[in-house]
């Protein structure tokens, strides 16, 4: 049984600026930290009693940080949040492992959000051919998971233009990884695995690409059941890409790009558990 899609429940425009209701009585919306905080994350509404200004100064505050899908789902049984980063402080980059700390800084962006940068090509040189600019959560491992990220690219151009999500890492020549690029071939915008060789695509479904644009963030997702996996961007409900392979089980996560450049906030990661693990290989982040 594939995981089921997961968001959190979102107020529409829609249900505002076409209501019957006379604008005083329309219901009153405010953030509730504390519920934020149960989902693991993100903007809660309540409906407690708010002036007309404060209502709508707090709507509009809400439009900006909402994700990006708009779909409500569930998580599946026994799944609780694992993780979770922001990037609101650089030191948030000392929970990782990077193929070259040196390639990866703190950002900040819109409305002063934190993020992980990719700002340069990483000074790696991998055993056989697979992706130079990886970043992986240190320490930890995982087995069955959801991972939802938001991701924007800010290299040029291209028909292999990416961003990708690592899983499954047993070490730096094996695991698992989607290539989400503008374009797809037998080497872009495919689930890969990497086994002691260059990658090799095992993707099932795959689109034709992906429409990264300039300076846009996207909501990306990736689900692991067992040996499936499944990829979404933007659009929680239609995957871009799925494959089929058990030959690694439980591992490390993160994300990076073959060989490109981005910015990367908002990580979580649910699952049923997941397994203290020293990470003994890439190097770590010094602030």
Not at 25 to 48: H, K, N, V, Y
Request: with cysteine.
């Amino acid at each position: 049984m594939k995981p089921a899609s997961l968001m959190a429940t979102t107020p529409r425009l829609a249900d505002f600026v076409s209501s019957p209701s006379p604008l005083p009585s329309a219901p009153d919306l405010c953030i509730d930290a504390r519920e934020a905080s149960r989902q693991g994350g993100g903007i809660a509404l309540s409906t407690r009693a708010q002036t007309p200004s404060m209502k709508y100064i707090g709507f509009l505050l809400t439009l900006l940080t909402l994700p990006v899908s708009l779909t409500a789902g569930e998580l599946p049984e026994g799944y609780k949040l694992l993780y979770q980063q922001d990037f609101t402080q650089p030191k948030a980059l000392a929970d990782f492992v990077m193929t070259d700390p040196g390639a990866w800084r703190h950002a900040t962006g819109d409305q002063g959000r934190g993020a992980i940068e990719l700002h340069r090509q990483s000074q790696y040189e991998a055993k056989v051919r697979s992706p130079f600019n990886i970043a992986l959560v240190a320490d930890k491992v995982f087995g069955d998971f959801i991972l939802e990220v938001e991701m924007k690219q800010t290299g040029k151009e291209y028909g292999h233009r990416d961003m990708c999500l690592f899983f499954g890492v047993q070490d730096p020549s094996n695991f698992y990884y989607s290539h989400i690029a503008t374009q797809t071939d037998d080497h872009a915008h495919n689930v890969f695995i990497v086994k002691d060789a260059p990658r090799t695509k095992i993707s099932t479904h795959t689109t034709q690409g992906v429409n990264w644009g300039l300076d846009v963030w996207h909501k990306v997702r990736l689900e692991r059941k067992g040996g499936h996996v499944t990829v979404f961007f933007d659009d929680m409900t239609t995957p871009i890409m799925e494959a089929e392979d058990d030959r690694f089980g439980e591992g490390y996560l993160g994300f990076g790009s073959f060989d490109d450049v981005g910015q990367v906030t908002g990580l979580r990661v649910w699952g049923p558990a997941m397994k203290e693990r020293p990470a003994t290989f890439y190097g770590r982040w010094k602030e």
